[in-house]
């Protein structure tokens, strides 16, 4: 069965940074790939960023330059790097993975594992 377990979400002023974690068990994430989806408050999940299986990232608009995404595939571990956080990235954010090797287009859709979430916010 697999479990992605989100960590390191808390409380954090405008301009700081914050380090997310998604530990992957049951689960080969190597060859898949995986990525952050966010849900601010009030609002619709929307995709941050997601790695492909060539380690090749994509950002959305809104936090390039700011945000970074990498794996450990030794340790099935996902991370998220936040820099120059604002307060409009606070939201839940959220761990996925695809079950299927299709491309990061696909991530997101059905066919994708979640994880709990971990929440984030950011004070002006």
């Known amino acids: 069965q697999v479990q992605l377990v989100e960590s390191g979400g808390g409380s954090v002023q405008a301009g700081g940074s914050l380090t997310l974690s998604c530990a992957a068990s049951?689960?080969?994430?190597?060859?898949?790939?995986m990525g952050w989806f966010r849900q601010p408050p009030g609002k619709e999940r929307e995709g941050v960023i997601t790695?492909?299986?060539?380690?090749?990232?994509s950002p959305a608009d809104s936090v390039k330059g700011r945000f970074t995404v990498s794996k450990d595939n030794a340790k099935d571990t996902l991370y998220l790097q936040m820099n120059s956080l604002k307060p409009e990235d606070t939201a839940m954010y959220y761990c996925?993975?695809?079950?299927?090797?299709?491309?990061?287009?696909?991530?997101?859709?059905?066919?994708?594992?979640w994880g709990q979430g971990t929440q984030v916010n950011v004070s002006s």
């Open positions: 996925a993975v695809d079950s299927k090797s299709r491309g990061c287009y696909w991530l997101g859709y059905a066919g994708t594992y």
């Open positions: 790695i492909d299986s060539d380690g090749i990232t």
């Open positions: 049951g689960y080969t994430s190597s060859n898949y790939c």
